[in-house]
């Protein structure tokens, strides 16, 4: 899955952000924050084909329900698409 | 049409507060330079030489900027003296940028043209505040030594259509005074948001002149007439009340364990890095002062933090009926007095008469 903005990931007092860099700060209001689930997939997505790999991946590194990962990385990514980030 | 103010975006709010708890450095200043093409005289740092023995290297800049991010550092403002003189001004900003801050510019936007303008366009800044310092050049070539008032306001409109996050300070002098409105005026039709304010520190690490800023009760008048502008009749009648009613407060008894310390972020989570490396809570402090290329960034941030918390204010200003109102703090206090213990007078005169003059407004607007 293409990354389109140039963002950075980073850390600060334990907590991840998405930094904008160059014209992606135009359409951007500032940092993003991500949570723990949404930065173990941020890291997952160029590599990914689609949700499915993603879902999987969670499955294996998160105890959870698959019906509820699905739900949580559709959205995920719909927020995403919708920040055209995606 | 009255632009309102936007406030601080919430994880800004939100990573200062925890930076706080975890000292961490969250948001620095980078005084990239002491040299200005312009000559305000009120200003802290301004000086007309082609090179500045000690002003740090590129290189060095990059290094501190590292560490500070490593510490924590997310938020950096590159400012000077007028950081677009720097010939390698883009070789900082473009590996602060890489290392994933979110950089702003401090600029007086007179330089701010051709391929300065395109490179900003093209790689913009998460924000950049243009000091806009009169109303026509007149005033430009009195205050501040050149006739750049067209080119600014065209660097700010070239900004602003192309959508980068712009904002305008203005400073008030005896100067530029005459222009508040006109001033005014400009960011209304340009869509800026601009902040003014009247109160100049004595620029002390320049010798602390104090001759090039308004009287107390004159830059009370000043910040009054700001309000007038930006403000509805409504919310200034509110404001005015709110003042006012500070009157009413009973003093309580004053005691020396009141005294306060600093209030705001300088050395708790942001930090100011002087041309010549010194690091400082704030730019307008004469101290306390670490020294983070000699010390490494994070011993250096460590003990800023811990004399910064030796600070106090002084304990009069703590009960005063019109703490809510007076902008003073520790800064104003070392600058005014040398201390940061003593009551500032100036503070003290120049709030007075902001009350008083905000309620005479408010009267005379309720006559009609």
Known sequence: MKIKKRMIKRQIGGETFLVPLGKAVYD????YFLTEVGAFIWDLLP???DEDQIVAAVLDAYDAEEATVRADVAEFVEKLRGLEIL | MKTPARSEPILATHLHARGARLGL????????????????????????????????TAEQWISLAGQARDAGMIFALLTGGEPFVRKDFWEIYGAMQEMGLMVSINSNGSLIHGKTLERLLADPPFRINISLYGGCEETYRSMCGQASF??????????K?????TRLNVSITPY???DLDRIWEISQELGVHAKATSYMYPPVRVGGDTAHRLSPEEAAKAAVRWDM?????????HRAKALKSCEAVELRECAADLSEGVSCRAGSTS?????DGRMLPCGMMPGPEVRPLEQGFAQAWEQLRRETAQIRTPPQCAVCPSRQVCSTCAAVCVTETGRTDRVPEYACRMTAETIRESWRVYQERRKG
């Open chain 1, 28 to 31: 951007s209001n500032g940092l």
């Open chain 2, 229 to 237: 502008l930006r403000f509805t009749p409504e919310v200034f009648a």
């Open chain 2, 25 to 56: 450095p969250i948001a620095g200043n980078f005084e990239l330079t002491a040299r200005c093409n312009f000559s305000c005289p009120m200003c802290y740092v301004h000086k007309k030489d082609a090179a500045v023995p000690g002003e740090l």
């Open chain 1, 47 to 49: 590599q990914a084909e």
């Open chain 2, 271 to 275: 930090f100011w890095l002087c041309w």
């Open chain 2, 176 to 178: 530029n005074l005459q």
């Open chain 2, 161 to 165: 259509e192309a959508g980068v996050d």
């Open chain 2, 150 to 159: 067209a080119s600014v306001v065209e660097a700010i409109r070239a900004l």
